[in-house]
């Protein structure tokens, strides 16, 4: 089993910048992709970004040019440096990994941090 422990999300106003962390943690063989989706209230979950264990980053057209997704291999982790934060951003923020815990690939989700941004 894997488990995914995110942390960094907060209260920001419009215009501001927050870094979410994500740490993967278990029986962890190898890791493919992580990324971060968020959900709203009344919405559908959305992916955000995306980067794969060779550096290769996808954004959502939402974000591009405000969010930076980064990852540390050796550490297991992601991250997410958001700036010039709009209120139609605040979602909760859930953090994803592709990861191979010695009995195959599988996604695992973190438990999902709190992202507002008041106007």
């Known amino acids: 089993q894997v488990q995914l422990v995110e942390s960094g999300g907060g209260l920001v106003q419009a215009g501001g910048s927050l870094r979410l962390s994500c740490a993967a943690s278990?029986?962890?063989?190898?890791?493919?992709?992580m990324g971060w989706y968020r959900q709203a209230p009344g919405e559908q979950r959305e992916l955000v970004a995306t980067t794969t264990s060779g550096g290769t980053t996808n954004y959502a057209d939402s974000v591009k040019g405000r969010f930076t997704i980064s990852r540390d291999n050796a550490a297991n982790t992601v991250y997410l440096q958001m700036n010039s934060l709009k209120p139609e951003d605040t979602a909760v923020y859930y953090c994803?990994?592709?990861?191979?815990?010695?009995?195959?690939?599988?996604?695992?989700w973190g438990q999902g941090t709190q992202v507002t941004v008041s106007s």
């Open positions: 278990g029986s962890i063989f190898s890791i493919n992709a």
């Open positions: 994803a990994a592709n990861a191979d815990d010695k009995a195959g690939l599988s996604w695992y």
